[in-house]
């Protein structure tokens, strides 16, 4: 079947689908073809990468060593934002380009991923900080303005009205607040959509896939050597441009060069996920700590595309983040007690009612890549990111954020297309909507009728729209095929059967945690985090990834054995312990050990 997005390309939705065949297709001509660009890294920079490249007639590809979005791109804060602290240190120029995004993102590259959110800002009394905060969040808003701002404005509040709007916060939390608008998405989605609109442009793309080593002729790099995680096959993979998206594994293949450039340092970054009900609020929290802010972010089933913060049944709050140097495993860093506290004692300061540790459902934590710079204050360090080439044929893209991953990739592609021996156009990734996109508003005011001839209930309908956008059509095809598949996983939340066997034969996942973790989030949305519903799951998954029962039973007590290590782990003091507990658990893809962080995997 093919299609158009937008107006921008011809696309091949076939091409989309990621799944076990589509991803040895993919190694067979990882090994035979040679392309212009192999982008490493599957977060949303390298995701970016490869769709800025194929959308400019490029032919590329894109390994990921682990699960799509594994890396950061699954843990972050889930906003699309300007950074409202980035004002505060004056970094106008990242503020704006950052709004600029975020409003591109809104309005029209993932509309059916992106959704408003609102923020308070409490005040403590001073007329001069409701003046000071009221004009930088005023700023905020009018750099935003400039590109066509599709959110509403700032509003100050009095005493009154904040207590209605969070009425959750202890009285003598503040005598008042602004509110602010900006926007949030489902990281992990959107990184697989993003890899799924690169291959609907052509792009090859293959996960469990770990770059080994480069190819060199001479001084120059020509290509990749790649080990599958799966099957332990080794093939070379020959490009004119190699790009590195590895973020805080940069270094790991900067050393494989000889010799790098970027020096890329992890930041770790924790955040608590709890039910919705444990706080009254019909907005979002910022609040102040020593050293930086804390988030409270409302986190829900997408059941509603009008950004108002009606709490949904399946709704949680989001409480982050943490901002501490990390040595340890690169892959999977762990939270320890002290960051839990941490976050709970800074939250419980404006809260009625503290939180404690039995409310707390999930963890997750990620590492930021931030540039070295000159201060030892991690929060200090810039978010702006680099491109740069260290041997000719090798470019290294770090930094940033995930709002502005977009212009990360651009300039990296244009860095590499410079190298190439011909005229090579000018990005045009802010006019390629993601594979959902369009078609999208019709659906969603169509789904009252959808959830009718689906003989759906119409939230599962606005769930799936609020997921896959006008690819839903895919998933009721799916389910007008096997009714069985409309009905909710036990103990899943709200996700629907089909849903577990569209990540597989359609969004390249391999494993139970892929699924669990990342193309739902039960593992953070759930007490239980995704192990009382981890056998369903993988039953699910078993027919189109063809496992036997014993295999079956090897996902499930891998993926048990994980939780585990993991709430063992965030009993731990401190981050080493915790590393090593969090380490203890099986892995389900085997990768090999590379420089040259002792601990990184
Ligand atoms: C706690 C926290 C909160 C954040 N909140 C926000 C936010 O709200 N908004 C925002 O804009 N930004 C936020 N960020 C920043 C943002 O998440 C990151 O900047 C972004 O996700 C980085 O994406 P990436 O693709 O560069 O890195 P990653 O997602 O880490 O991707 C790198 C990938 O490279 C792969 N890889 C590594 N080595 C190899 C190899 N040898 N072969 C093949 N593949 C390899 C890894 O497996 C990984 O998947 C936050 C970050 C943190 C830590």
């Known amino acids: 079947m093919t299609a158009f997005i937008g107006q921008t390309a011809r696309v091949d939705t076939e091409r989309s689908q990621l799944n076990p065949a589509t991803r040895a ?9 040679a392309f212009d660009i192999v982008v490493i890294g599957g977060g949303v920079t390298g995701a970016g990468a490869a769709l800025d490249a194929a959308t400019r007639g490029l032919s590329v590809a894109l390994l990921e060593q682990r699960d799509f979005g594994s890396g950061t791109s699954s843990r972050s804060s889930k906003l699309f ?27 029209d590259l993932c509309p059916h991923l ?34 066509g701002n599709p959110l509403p404005g700032h509003r100050h509040l009095g005493r009154r009205a904040l207590q209605r709007l969070v009425p959750s916060l202890r009285t003598d939390a503040a005598v008042g607040a602004v509110q602010y608008w900006d926007a949030q998405v489902d990281d992990a989605r959107h990184t697989v959509e993003l890899v799924r609109t690169a291959a609907a442009h052509g792009a090859v793309v293959a996960s469990s896939l770990q770059v ?33 998206a590895t973020a805080t594994w940069t270094d790991q293949i900067q050393s494989m060069a000889g010799r790098g450039q970027l020096r890329v340092r992890a930041s770790k970054g924790i955040h608590l996920v709890v039910p919705r009900d444990r706080i009254h609020a019909g907005s979002g929290m910022i609040l102040r700590t020593a050293t930086s802010v804390l988030f409270v972010i409302p986190w829900r089933s997408p059941t509603s595309i009008t950004g108002d913060d009606a709490a949904g049944d ?90 502005t991953y977009r212009v990360m990739a651009r300039d990296a592609i244009d860095m590499a297309a410079r190298n190439l021996d011909r005229r090579v156009p000018p990005s045009c990734t802010e006019r390629v909507p993601l594979l959902g996109a369009v078609g999208h508003q019709p659906r969603w005011n169509s789904r009252h009728r959808l959830a009718a001839e689906a003989k759906l209930h119409v939230a599962r309908v606005e769930h799936l729209l609020g997921r896959y956008g006008a690819q839903t059509d895919l998933l009721l095809e799916l389910i007008a095929e096997q009714p069985a598949l409309g009905e909710p996983v036990a103990h899943g ?25 990342r193309r739902t989030r039960l593992s953070i949305e759930t007490f239980h985090r995704g192990v009382d519903c981890a056998g369903e799951v993988a039953r699910l998954m078993a027919g189109p990834l063809g496992w036997d029962d014993a295999t079956v039973a090897e996902e499930i007590e891998r ?37 040259p962080r002792p601990n990184g995997s």
Request: overall charge negative; charged content about 25%.
């Open 212 to 244: 080994v080593d480069l190819l060199r002729e001479g001084d120059r790099v020509v290509g990749v050597r790649a080990r599958c995680a799966e099957s332990g096959r080794e093939l070379s993979v020959r490009a004119t441009q190699v790009i590195n």
């Open 81 to 107: 934002h300007g950074g409202l602290r980035y004002l505060e240190q004056r970094d106008f120029r990242l503020v704006s380009e950052a709004l600029t995004e975020r409003n591109l993102m809104l309005r």
């Open 493 to 517: 939340g709200p996700y629907l059967a089909a849903e577990v066997v569209f990540a597989v034969t359609h969004e390249g996942a391999l494993h139970l945690d892929d699924v669990l973790t």
């Open 314 to 403: 399946h709704g949680h709050w989001i409480v982050g983040t943490t901002d501490t140097e990390w040595n340890l495993d690169l892959a999977h860093p762990a939270a320890s007690r002290t960051d839990i506290d941490y976050l709970l004692a800074q939250v419980n300061q404006v809260l009625r009612t503290p939180l404690t540790h039995d409310d707390i459902e999930g963890v997750y934590a990620g590492l930021r890549p931030l540039l070295e710079g000159e201060s030892e204050d991690n929060s200090a360090l810039s978010r702006e990111h680099a491109v740069t080439q260290h041997v000719p044929g090798l470019i290294s893209v770090a930094g940033g954020k995930y709002t």
């Open 559 to 595: 993926y048990r054995l994980r939780v585990a290590a993991e709430r063992d782990s965030q009993t731990r003091a401190d981050d080493r312990t915790a590393d090593a507990v969090r380490m203890g658990a099986p892995e389900p893809r085997h990768l090999v050990r590379l420089g």
């Open 25 to 33: 297709e993919a190694l067979d001509r990882l090994g035979t073809e």
């Open 114 to 147: 992106a959704r408003p959110v609102s923020f308070v800002y409490p005040l403590h009394g001073r007329l001069a900080e409701r003046v000071y905060v009221g004009a930088g969040i005023a700023l905020y808003d009018a750099l935003a303005r400039r590109h």
